[in-house]
């Protein structure tokens, strides 16, 4: 079993930034990866970010590659989401999951084992 929290998500202003972080518990946080999902109101659950379970590969979505960065701190059981220049189209509710088989390659909500509760992100224009 894995328990993730997520936290960091708020409103925020065009073009500024957020760090949202998800604080894993349950199983060695070094021996999977971990990916970032967001979901707008009416839209599928998308995928936005993945990292090794070493976080030496990193993996992002083509509409946040250059804005966003995805890291961790096996130490502390964390993995964060670093956004910048936000746009109002990144407003959802952000999930990280956590994938006990993968490298971080997986991109599809299925391949996926664990959630998190979500963090709201609002980009007010």
């Known amino acids: 079993q894995v328990q993730l929290v997520e936290s960091g998500g708020g409103l925020v202003q065009v073009g500024g930034s957020l760090r949202l972080s998800c604080a894993a518990s349950g199983r060695t946080f070094s021996s999977y990866a971990m990916g970032w999902f967001r979901q707008a109101p009416g839209k599928e659950r998308e995928f936005v970010a993945a990292d090794s379970w070493s976080g030496r590969s990193t993996y992002y979505a083509g509409s946040v590659k250059g804005r966003f960065t995805i890291s961790r701190d096996n130490a502390k059981n964390t993995v964060y989401l670093q956004m910048n220049s936000l746009k109002p189209e990144d407003t959802a509710v952000y999930y990280c999951?956590?994938?006990?088989?993968?490298?971080?390659?997986?991109?599809?909500?299925?391949?996926?084992?664990?959630w998190g509760q979500g963090t709201q992100v609002t980009v007010a224009s």
């Open positions: 999951a956590a994938d006990l088989g993968g490298s971080g390659r997986h991109r599809r909500v299925h391949e996926y084992d664990y």
